[in-house]
C-alpha cells in the first residue's frame, strides 16, 4: 500500500477559506524504529535523512521529548527549534526564515507537515491532526 496520497490529503486539509494551502510537505514514519510509511519520491514529501525518522520516533515512543528541548529536531536537513510539546503526542518546532513543522503520533505512526515561511502553522497542525486522528481511529 502506498501511504503517498495522504501527504496530498494533508496538505489540502491545511487550506484556508481563501484556498490557500498552509502546508508545502509531509510524511509519515513508523513509531518503532522511524522507518517511512510515505516515499521520498512524492513531489511534496518531507525527505528524512539519515538518522533523522529514527531520532524522532525514538522521542515519540519513549514520549521523552528532552532531546528535542535539548538539541532541536531535525527534519530534511533542517534543525528546527522545538516550541512546546502537548499531551505525548503533538510537537511544534520552527526555524526563522524556514518554516514551521508539526509532529503529531498515533498508535503506530508520526504525521509530520512543514509549513513554509509565511505559512499558518495553525492550519498546519489541522492538516497533520486530520491524519494522525483518522490513523488512530483505524487503530493505527
Same mark, same amino acid.
Given at each position: 500500500m502506498s501511504w503517498d496520497s495522504y501527504i496530498d490529503n494533508l496538505i489540502a486539509q491545511t487550506k484556508d477559506a481563501s484556498g490557500t494551502g498552509h502546508s508545502d510537505k509531509a510524511c509519515i514514519i513508523g513509531i518503532d524504529g522511524?522507518?517511512?510509511?510515505t516515499t521520498a519520491g512524492h513531489a511534496n514529501a518531507l525527505k528524512l535523512e539519515g538518522?533523522?525518522?529514527?531520532n524522532i520516533a525514538r522521542c515519540f515512543k519513549s514520549k521523552d521529548f528532552t532531546p528535542f528541548? $535539548?538539541? /532541536?529536531?531535525v527534519a530534511d536537513?533542517?534543525?528546527?527549534?522545538?516550541?512546546r510539546e502537548e499531551d505525548g503526542k503533538l510537537v511544534l518546532a520552527k526555524k526563522k526564515g524556514q518554516g514551521a513543522l508539526t509532529?503529531?503520533?498515533?498508535?503506530?505512526?508520526?504525521v509530520i507537515g512543514h509549513?513554509?515561511?509565511g505559512g499558518q502553522q495553525g492550519n498546519?497542525?489541522?492538516?497533520?491532526?486530520?491524519?494522525?486522528?483518522?490513523?488512530? $481511529?483505524? /487503530?493505527?
Open positions: 522511524g522507518a517511512p510509511w538518522q533523522e525518522g529514527p528541548m $535539548s538539541s /532541536g529536531i536537513g533542517t534543525k528546527y527549534q522545538f516550541l509532529l503529531q503520533s498515533s498508535k503506530t505512526a508520526i509549513a513554509p515561511e498546519t497542525n489541522k492538516g497533520v491532526a486530520v491524519i494522525a486522528e483518522y490513523l488512530e $481511529s483505524l /487503530g493505527m
